[in-house]
């Protein structure tokens, strides 16, 4: 009768003999860094990772591999500019002047990162984290109207309890009370009104009926969104951009102000943008794929050997 090995057994028995993993030639720094210099293509991302509860990775991925065999350029531990280009730069010159653009979020340490690594990139702006930017200052006065009512509504609990009364809280004709429409409306603001659902575009006329600021950044936020939605080339983008500037300044709301100083120092690399309409999703796709790998194999205890396994299917170990 046949026995089956204990899993940790069989588990120990594939790393240490069947894997590959005891001749790896990376082995040794794995957990450091790993580099794949032929997986290096001419339209790359970068982004960050978290390979453990703690441990922050810079990882570069080649968007022609499409998140599979041969994405993975390189993974470094930490987001330290020095220590990243250290790595990045044991890729002979030759091949990193082949590197024509580098899709990243806003982060000034990525950018630092890919100009000093790669002199002839173009470096691109992720969109969607823009975008992202802008959208987080709708919903800060949505957060703000939000806290007012639930001040509103705890006071109003009060005084019915001090006059031995209950609080019934006033409904509007489609069923929220004032806390759960702005809780509600978290979602409808990130999107454009044609992909509204009906209760969404329901919701929304209640919302900019009763909060007409909110109305006013959503439609800011909008104006935004048709930058990028509208332009076909940098010039035309640039111009779109000024007046979207004009407006700020003329609105003067805090929020966006503080926003859109930020969009001014990345400026330049949102443009580029335009060039070939670059984004990160794929940088995006390919850490969830790492984060589900990593759930897969329940957690990381050996992070060189997850790392290897993740070289196995990702990079170039045969």
């Known amino acids: ?14 790393k240490d003999h069947l894997s590959g993993f005891k001749d790896w030639d990376q082995k040794d720094h794995a957990d450091k860094w790993l580099l794949f210099e032929n997986n290096l293509g001419p339209n790359l991302s970068i982004d960050e990772i978290a390979v453990t509860k703690d441990e922050l990775y810079t990882i570069l991925t ?23 280009v250290e790595v990045l730069n044991k890729i002979s010159e030759d091949k990193r002047k082949l590197v024509k653009e580098v899709t990243l979020d806003m982060s000034n340490a990525m950018d630092a990162i890919i100009s000093k690594s790669f002199p002839n990139t173009s470096i691109v702006t992720d969109r969607f984290h823009v975008q992202q930017l802008v959208s987080e200052a709708v919903q800060e006065i949505r957060m703000i109207a939000r806290r007012k009512a639930l001040k509103a509504e705890t006071t109003a609990i009060r005084q019915a309890k001090k006059n031995n009364k ?33 209760s969404q575009k329901t919701r929304s006329e209640i919302l900019f009926r009763e909060f007409p600021n909110i109305n006013h950044a959503y439609n800011i936020s909008m104006m935004f969104r048709s930058f990028y939605e509208n332009n076909t080339n940098k010039d035309q983008a640039k111009e779109s951009l000024e007046k979207w500037y004009k407006k700020i300044t003329e609105e003067n709301i805090e929020s966006f102000v503080v926003v859109a100083e930020s969009i001014k120092v990345h400026e330049d690399t949102i443009l580029n943008y335009f060039n070939h309409r670059g984004t990160n999703a794929s940088a995006e796709s390919f850490n969830a ?7 897969l194999v329940r957690g990381v205890r050996d992070v060189k050997f997850f790392l290897f396994r993740v070289g196995k299917v990702y990079g170039d170990i045969g």
Do not use: H
């Open 1 to 14: 009768m046949s026995q089956c090995l204990p899993t940790k057994e069989f588990e120990k028995q594939y």
């Open 62 to 84: 080649n968007k022609a591999a499409k998140g599979g065999k041969g994405a993975l350029v390189a993974i470094v531990a930490g987001t330290k500019t020095c220590e990243v």
């Open 166 to 198: 209950i609080y019934i809280p006033k409904l509007y004709e489609n069923g929220d009370t004032k806390k759960q429409l702005l809780a509600r409306s978290f979602y409808l603001l990130f999107k454009s009104e044609n992909n509204w659902t009906p």
């Open 289 to 295: 794929k790492l984060k589900g790998f990593r759930a």
